[in-house]
Structure formats: structure tokens, C-alpha cells
């Protein structure tokens, strides 16, 4: 691993950043989470060969994304993830932190809320604007299941995908992905803090959008990783 030690709570490893999930050499919660993001590479690569099947893949691109034109998008989002890009930061960041673009930063936190001070009990919350992802008790919790699951979806006779919410986001992949997608997407900004929602819909919701909204929604690539 290529760790950077910065100070006592602030680390770098492979372009990403933590803070404040406590000392290198005798936290359980950095060591986690460096094991985590150890493993994120190979699965989201894994992803994007999967998504370059396109309506062809077996693992619920079709459910996803629609349409096999919209594969180099899709892929194009997931590189991103791969590559460990800066993040592209609002306007109010930048007067922060005195740059428009910054890397990701993962920061743990004892108690996650949301902006209007309702606790959350979501793995990640993401601060949409800057390079920032809380990370909150829950997802130490969330890391003991797999990292991804084979169970994808189908549309039963009653016309509802199956399996349900739990099985596809029961691993911190899913949840890990939807929030980095949601970090690089500056485009989604304006009707996030509208609706001050940074929680993951429902599938169902998901799968009936068109392919269009498919590609600006973040929970739609949570989805399809949680299904590979």
C-alpha cells in the first residue's frame, strides 16, 4: 500500500484521503477502511468490464442503464472512481480551501446527521459541493458482509425487480460507489440541495427511470454494483 502519513489523524493512500479515523498504526477504523479501499479498484474494474457486455451483461446492466448507449458514460463514471480523480468543487469550497479541485477525502465521525440535523443511520453522507464523505459508525458495521453480491435483478410477474434493497446494498460496495458517483457529479448539485436528500431510492424507483435519468442518478450505479 502507498500510505503517506501527513500528521496524527491524516493519512493519504493512492489519492485518497482520511482524516480523523484515528492513528495508522493502532486504529481498527483507518486499517478498515484502508482495506477497504484496497479492494475498491479491482471490484469497480471488475464493474466496468462487466458494463462493456452492455444490455449483454447478466448482471442487471439492462435494469440499470436501459440502453447500450449509454455504455461510455457509464464506463466513463466508473474510470473515475478507478482513477481517483480530483474532485471538482463548488464555488463556496473553493474559497475554503483556495482551490477548485481537491482529492477525496474520507473523514469518520461519531455521529452522522443530516443538513438539517437529522441523525442518519447511512453508512457514508457526502457533502455535495466539496471533496468531503463522512464516514459514520455504521459503515465498520456494514464492511462485515460481503463486498458485493451475485444476486441481480429480475422482473418477476408482478412486475417488481427481484431481489429487494437489502440483498443488492447489504455490502459497503454498493453504498461506497453510490456515494463517490454522487462526489463527482457536479451536474446533480442544484436539485440535491433542493431536495436535501442524500439518501439512496428505492430500486424499484430506480429501474423505472429512463435511460437519461439513469445516467445523472448516482443510485443507479450503486445498484448495478451492488448487483455484480
Given amino acids: 500500500m502507498n500510505i503517506t502519513v501527513k500528521n496524527e489523524n491524516t493519512l493519504a493512500f493512492n489519492g485518497w484521503v482520511i482524516s480523523n479515523c484515528g492513528n495508522f498504526q493502532t486504529s481498527t477504523k483507518v486499517n478498515s477502511l484502508l482495506g477497504f ?5 479491482p471490484n469497480v474494474e471488475a464493474i466496468i468490464a462487466d458494463a462493456r457486455l452492455g444490455t449483454r451483461s447478466p448482471h442487471g446492466y439492462a435494469s440499470f442503464f436501459k440502453t447500450a448507449t449509454s455504455m461510455r458514460k457509464v464506463i466513463a463514471k466508473y474510470q473515475t472512481l478507478v ?4 474532485v471538482i ?3 463556496e469550497r473553493t474559497k475554503v480551501i483556495g482551490t477548485h479541485t481537491a482529492q477525496p477525502r474520507f473523514e469518520c465521525v461519531e455521529q452522522c446527521v443530516l443538513s438539517a ?3 442518519s443511520e447511512h453508512p457514508v453522507i457526502v457533502h455535495t459541493g466539496t471533496e468531503r464523505i463522512s464516514i459514520c459508525p455504521s459503515f465498520f458495521e456494514v464492511l462485515q458482509y460481503p463486498a458485493a453480491h451475485t444476486n441481480c435483478p429480475s422482473l418477476g ?3 417488481k425487480f427481484k431481489p429487494g434493497d437489502g440483498q443488492l446494498l447489504s ?4 453504498f461506497m460507489v453510490h ?4 462526489l463527482y457529479s457536479r451536474e446533480l448539485y442544484g436539485s440535491l440541495e433542493e431536495k436535501n436528500d442524500f439518501l439512496m431510492r428505492d430500486m424499484q424507483n430506480a429501474v423505472e427511470l429512463n435511460a437519461r435519468q439513469s445516467l445523472l442518478n448516482p443510485e443507479s450505479y450503486g445498484f448495478y454494483a451492488g448487483g455484480k
Avoid: C, E, M, R
Fill in 37 to 41: 479501499l484496497y479492494q475498491l479498484k
Fill in 83 to 86: 482513477d481517483v480523480a480530483p
Fill in 89 to 91: 468543487v463548488s464555488t
Fill in 117 to 119: 440535523g437529522i441523525p
Fill in 157 to 159: 410477474s408482478d412486475g
Fill in 171 to 174: 455490502g459497503g460496495f454498493a
Fill in 179 to 182: 456515494a463517490l458517483v454522487l
